[in-house]
């Protein structure tokens, strides 16, 4: 994948820090705040990165107009006004900041519980119009309160661990963090509908998606205690903010604090009005300091982009992120070349029915084989995907053409060090292309039954021929290939197997023009291939 960066424009104003970074690392910087949809629709023609904060609304009709784009990156948390669907489908890693403004959220988060506790704002505006109202305004102590945080990433523990500082009885949940790892930080786990009866104030760090679109609605809430009080700095939408202000007016909900609406602005005041709920205008990461953290913490990823290393806020790219750690390069470009020879081998197959499955034997760093699944679907699907096929739209682009894929591990396989196995079955067809790595170097095991002992390098270029199976072609073919002034680097032949061809695999500096007129009577020529 190609990670050159030599133009990002930034469509939104941005701590200078930001600049910075990206100019001090010889990316060149087009900072042009506040346009128009039709001015970026112009700007971002020749850009390989975008930078945005909040103001940006990154459409698929912006994503597909970048023909150069290659990561776009959020200034911020949340990426629900980028398209990520359009940007995966393109190749265009989405990057966020999910550190930079974590302690600015958390404290936020920790004002909004204290001044409903102690109606810190309604005092403040009381007092303001001239009233001196000691008795309307009684507040309760948070010591001995119990506070649910539903979400237990960064923010949620941040918040967990300030709140505990008041005396407060923390319990949460998080589907992806253990009740072992929440007992860590101080925090109880329940699931969800364990968690709505016992809280007293509850607080909500979560994403909007689906699955929490009007999580706390009118039967979440008739479960929660009497008095119950809300905070939401996450995503607007996480709360029915109807149901919830009928709560308020019925008096069983106490309170909300809100930073986040479901329309920003909101037109709607009706639950912004009410006097139980404290509000501000999306202010959760409006710090001075956080808009320098944010700022810092998306330039240094792409830099970090351009010199190949992880990405820790990427949000759509797992297998990039995987195959930027050192020991599993080799493995990634392994797999690739096992997709290329793949490619080549058998029929052509219709993409309606083609099936991809990898299997892994033997111990390789990353347990994970989704990376060496998307690495062989680049080198299978290449030649085929004019658009370009790359690490991060390699799966989608598999899936829309209706392509079955699968993974599949092993403890031990048929060689004795640990070895990828391709399998491609193309109209009923099947081939396995294996190969293991040595050092850092990718090595060819075997073409279907037919081995190649101690395995062949891929890399540079190479020439596949194959002939039948009791053949002995190898020399004729050094000659053949001789005529034509090539160098050779290697030169290889499989066993023979019976029923099967037997194949030749001849290493070359570089790409040879002609190289299909290379024929012999008892061999033909297959490929090229470059690794």
């Given at each position: 994948?190609?990670?050159?960066?030599?133009?990002?424009?930034?469509t939104?104003p941005?701590?200078?820090?930001?600049i910075?970074?990206?100019?001090?690392?010889r990316?060149?910087v087009?900072?042009k705040?506040?346009?128009?949809?039709?001015?970026?629709?112009?700007?971002?023609?020749?850009a390989?990165?975008?930078?945005?904060?909040?103001?940006?609304t990154v459409?698929?009709?912006?994503?597909?107009?970048a023909?150069?784009?290659?990561?776009?990156g959020?200034a911020?948390?949340?990426?629900?006004n980028?398209?990520?669907?359009?940007?995966?489908?393109n190749?265009?890693?989405?990057?966020?900041?999910?550190?930079?403004?974590?302690?600015?959220?958390a404290?936020?988060?920790?004002?909004?519980?204290?001044?409903?506790?102690?109606y810190v704002?309604?005092?403040?505006?009381?007092?303001k119009?001239?009233?001196?109202?000691?008795?309307?305004?009684?507040?309760?102590?948070?010591?001995?309160?119990?506070?649910?945080?539903?979400?237990?990433?960064?923010?949620?523990?941040?918040?967990?661990?300030?709140?505990?500082?008041?005396?407060?009885?923390?319990?949460g949940?998080?589907p992806?963090v253990?009740?072992?790892?929440?007992?860590?930080?101080?925090?109880?786990?329940?699931?969800?509908?364990a968690?709505w009866p016992?809280?007293?104030?509850?607080?909500?760090?979560?994403?909007?998606?689906?699955?929490?679109?009007?999580?706390?609605?009118?039967?979440?809430?008739a479960?929660?205690?009497?008095?119950?009080?809300?905070v939401?700095?996450?995503?607007?939408?996480?709360?029915?903010?109807?149901?919830?202000?009928?709560?308020?007016?019925?008096?069983?909900?106490?309170?909300?604090?809100?930073?986040?609406?479901?329309?920003e602005?909101?037109?709607?005041?009706?639950?912004?009005?009410?006097?139980?709920?404290v509000?501000?205008?999306?202010?959760?990461?409006?710090?001075?300091?956080?808009?320098?953290?944010?700022?810092?913490?998306?330039?240094?990823q792409?830099?970090?982009?351009?010199?190949?290393?992880?990405?820790?806020?990427?949000?759509?790219?797992?297998s990039?992120?995987?195959?930027?750690?050192?020991?599993?390069?080799?493995?990634?470009?392994?797999a690739?070349?096992?997709?290329?020879?793949?490619?080549?081998?058998?029929?052509?197959?219709?993409?309606?029915?083609?099936?991809?499955?990898?299997?892994?034997?033997?111990?390789?760093?990353e347990?994970?084989c989704?990376?060496?699944?998307?690495?062989?679907?680049?080198?299978?699907?290449e030649k085929?995907?004019p658009?370009?096929?790359?690490?991060v739209?390699?799966?989608?682009?598999?899936?829309?053409?209706?392509i079955?894929?699968?993974?599949?591990?092993?403890?031990?396989?048929?060689?004795?060090?640990?070895?990828?196995?391709?399998?491609?079955?193309?109209?009923?067809?099947?081939h396995v292309i294996a190969?293991?790595?040595?050092?850092?170097?990718?090595?060819?095991?075997?073409?279907d039954?037919?081995?190649?002992?101690?395995?062949?390098?891929?890399r540079?270029?190479a020439?596949?021929?194959?002939?039948?199976?009791?053949?002995?072609?190898?020399?004729?073919?050094?000659?053949?290939?001789?005529?034509?002034?090539?160098?050779i680097?290697?030169a290889?032949?499989?066993?023979?197997?019976?029923?099967?061809?037997?194949?030749y695999?001849?290493?070359?500096?570089?790409?040879?023009e002609?190289?299909?007129?290379?024929?012999?009577?008892?061999?033909?020529?297959?490929t090229?291939?470059?690794?």
């Amino acid at each position: 994948m190609d990670r050159t960066l030599k133009k990002v424009l930034i469509t939104d104003p941005i701590d200078a820090n930001c600049i910075k970074i990206l100019q001090d690392n010889r990316i060149n910087v087009d900072y042009k705040p506040k346009l128009a949809v039709a001015q970026i629709l112009e700007a971002i023609k020749d850009a390989d990165g975008l930078i945005v904060r909040s103001g940006t609304t990154v459409t698929a009709e912006i994503v597909n107009a970048a023909k150069q784009l290659k990561i776009i990156g959020r200034a911020g948390v949340g990426v629900d006004n980028i398209d990520c669907t359009a940007a995966t489908h393109n190749g265009v890693v989405v990057i966020n900041a999910p550190g930079g403004n974590t302690l600015s959220a958390a404290e936020h988060t920790c004002a909004m519980i204290v001044s409903m506790a102690r109606y810190v704002p309604q005092g403040c505006a009381s007092l303001k119009d001239g009233k001196w109202d000691r008795t309307k305004f009684m507040g309760s102590e948070l010591y001995g309160k119990t506070l649910a945080i539903v979400g237990l990433g960064r923010i949620g523990r941040e918040v967990a661990k300030r709140m505990q500082s008041f005396g407060m009885t923390t319990i949460g949940h998080d589907p992806l963090v253990t009740p072992l790892e929440s007992k860590a930080f101080g925090v109880d786990w329940f699931t969800l509908d364990a968690i709505w009866p016992q809280a007293d104030f509850i607080t909500l760090h979560v994403p909007l998606i689906p699955q929490t679109k009007n999580l706390v609605d009118a039967s979440v809430l008739a479960k929660c205690r009497k008095g119950v009080r809300f905070v939401n700095v996450a995503r607007g939408g996480i709360i029915d903010e109807d149901a919830l202000y009928e709560s308020l007016e019925a008096g069983h909900a106490g309170g909300l604090g809100v930073d986040v609406f479901i329309e920003e602005p909101p037109k709607d005041f009706k639950l912004i009005k009410h006097p139980k709920v404290v509000c501000t205008p999306h202010l959760g990461a409006s710090t001075v300091e956080a808009q320098v953290k944010v700022a810092e913490e998306i330039a240094n990823q792409f830099v970090d982009f351009v010199n190949g290393k992880p990405l820790h806020g990427a949000v759509n790219a797992p297998s990039l992120n995987a195959a930027m750690k050192e020991e599993m390069r080799p493995w990634a470009v392994l797999a690739q070349a096992l997709g290329k020879i793949a490619s080549n081998v058998g029929s052509t197959g219709s993409k309606q029915h083609l099936s991809v499955t990898v299997h892994k034997y033997g111990r390789i760093i990353e347990n994970d084989c989704n990376l060496l699944l998307t690495a062989a679907l680049i080198g299978l699907l290449e030649k085929k995907v004019p658009t370009g096929i790359n690490l991060v739209n390699a799966p989608v682009l598999a899936a829309a053409a209706g392509i079955k894929t699968a993974t599949k591990s092993a403890a031990e396989g048929e060689f004795a060090t640990p070895s990828v196995h391709l399998e491609v079955v193309k109209d009923g067809e099947s081939h396995v292309i294996a190969g293991g790595v040595a050092g850092n170097v990718p090595l060819l095991f075997s073409i279907d039954s037919a081995k190649f002992q101690g395995g062949i390098p891929l890399r540079g270029s190479a020439l596949l021929f194959k002939s039948a199976a009791n053949d002995k072609s190898l020399g004729s073919l050094i000659e053949a290939v001789s005529v034509f002034n090539i160098s050779i680097v290697s030169a290889s032949e499989s066993s023979s197997v019976i029923g099967q061809p037997k194949w030749y695999l001849i290493l070359v500096p570089n790409e040879v023009e002609s190289a299909d007129k290379i024929n012999l009577s008892n061999a033909t020529f297959v490929t090229q291939i470059t690794f």
